[in-house]
């Protein structure tokens, strides 16, 4: 029995409420680093507080539209009144006699496309975590992702030097700020020309006032030392391998790398409640309640004293011919 999907938009209502909220705190924290005027948030480069507000909107959004749709649309599973339309479903999306259909489709299609993202995501990165048992592992698949990790070095570097050469040209500090804020040098180039434009952090210029010796991160040596716990990375203070300074991007591969792990366990904690919110979704949406369960009595009823009338109408029929 149905019930109206009264647990499936309890669910929904507990995990889009809590969701939102915490959008919405997220959202605060990133508005409050771009306008506040401190040490703490001008150590955070705006396009990360940028993001930080766009992420937390998009999903503040999309956790309010789960609440407010499973709202409308038990609203009219409740609806007794035949009056309002036909039965549940067949009024057709956004009519007038549908509460909010079009509303909880909708957040369906985005639960449903954030669980494949997820669980996809989920997979890679537990997969290059090293986690993943032996028996599960491909020559083939791990060449295919391989590639597919090049191309994406490939596209980071473009963009990084993007944004490099877009916060220089309009005279801001975000590149600088980063380098301050990982306590390293450049993104991956030890070139003594960039100075000027690239090697601009705290961390390039030595005790002396001179040009600071960097190392490249990325060498095989500095990352087997890296995950050896040789090196000690921290943040704010110049992370060093003797007196050479690390390059950026080095370490936010280490950081990416030796959390991929906890990365890929959340990114499947978020698939199963995406799934389970999807299903949740559509037991509400396709739950047969109110109106259509109205409907039929009704109608059995008007049949039941049509039937009555005509019973009369024959006995009197009856007793005129006796006469």
């Known amino acids: 029995m149905c019930k109206k999907g009264e647990l499936a938009a309890c669910i929904l209502y507990v995990t889009n409420g809590i969701t939102m909220l915490l959008a919405l705190v997220g959202l605060g924290l990133g508005i409050w680093l771009m306008i506040e005027d401190s040490a703490v948030t001008n150590s955070v480069p705006d396009y990360l507080a940028i993001a930080i507000v766009i992420i937390m909107v998009v999903v503040a959004f999309i956790g309010g539209l789960g609440v407010f749709a499973t709202v409308a649309q038990m609203k ?14 067949k009024e057709g999306c956004c009519t007038k006699d549908c509460c909010n259909s079009c509303g909880i489709s909708l957040y369906s299609f985005f639960s449903i496309i954030g669980a494949f993202m997820s669980f996809g995501m989920g997979i890679v990165a537990i997969y290059y975590s090293g ?3 032996a028996e599960l ?3 083939a698949i791990n060449q295919t992702v391989s590639g597919w990790f090049s191309s994406l070095d490939s596209y980071i570097d473009d963009k990084v030097y993007g944004l490099i050469d877009q916060s220089i040209a309009n005279g801001g500090n ?3 700020d980063t380098q301050d804020l990982l306590g390293c040098c450049g993104w991956n180039s030890t070139d003594t020309m960039d100075y000027a434009t690239v090697l601009t952090g705290s961390c390039c210029t030595d005790a002396g006032g001179g040009n600071a010796t960097l190392i490249d991160t990325l060498s095989g040596d500095t990352f087997t030392q890296l995950f050896n716990g040789e090196l000690a990375i921290t943040f704010s203070d110049c992370n060093l391998v003797g007196t050479a300074v690390m390059t950026c991007k080095g370490l936010v591969y280490y950081q990416t790398q030796s959390n991929l792990l906890t990365v890929g366990i959340v990114l499947i904690v978020i698939w199963a409640v995406l799934l389970t919110c999807f299903v949740c979704a559509l037991k509400v949406r396709y739950c047969s309640g109110g109106q259509s369960a109205q409907v039929q009595p009704d109608r059995n009823g008007q049949n039941k004293a049509a039937a009555h009338v005509e019973m009369r109408s024959e006995s ?3 007793d005129s011919g006796i006469v």
Do not use: F
């Not at 009219?76 to 479903?89: I, Q, R």
């Open 76 to 89: 009219e599973n409740n609806d007794t009144d035949t009056s309002t339309g036909k039965a549940l479903g």
């Open 131 to 133: 986690a993943l048992p």
């Open 137 to 139: 592992q491909n020559d």
């Open 174 to 176: 975000d590149w600088i």
């Open 316 to 318: 009197k029929s009856s």
